[in-house]
Nanobody, 120 residues
Framework: VQLQASGGGLVQAGGSLRLSCKASGRTFSSYAMAWFRQAPGKEREYVAGIYRNGDFTNYGDSIQGRFTISRDNAKNTVYLQMDSLKPEDTAVYYC??????????????WGQGTLVTVSS
């Protein structure tokens, strides 16, 4: 599985962005999908995850209801809708595919990352 993340960019605080991660291959629906982020000088952080058929999601503690993860298995794509963005959300965002859901899962495949910059 190859993952291609897109949708990052520069946005003002309080604004919104939607990230997309498109997967190649025919087995997309068999994977749980997740978004992570890594800011300069910081450890990688779990942002959100969604199970195979989209019926279960979870989020990192710092998200506080501002982001929504979703997926469209017909399009082999997972999305991250980010609202009420804050400067501390600035990071490179990565999508990942794995067998299970959660921040401590050993994900099998990773996308290349897309940069999100939130100005104050």
């Amino acid at each position: 599985v190859q993952l291609q993340a897109s949708g990052g960019g520069l946005v003002q605080a309080g604004g919104s962005l939607r990230l997309s991660c498109k997967a190649s291959g025919r087995t997309f629906s068999s994977y749980a999908m997740a978004w992570f982020r890594q800011a300069p000088g910081k450890e990688r952080e779990y942002v959100a995850g969604i199970y195979r058929n989209g019926d279960f999601t979870n989020y990192g503690d710092s998200i506080q209801g501002r982001f929504t993860i979703s997926r469209d298995n017909a399009k082999n794509t997972v999305y991250l809708q980010m609202d009420s963005l804050k400067p501390e959300d600035t990071a490179v965002y990565y999508c990942a595919a794995g067998p299970l859901l959660g921040k401590n899962v050993d994900y099998d495949f990773w996308g290349q990352g897309t940069l999100v910059t939130v100005s104050s």
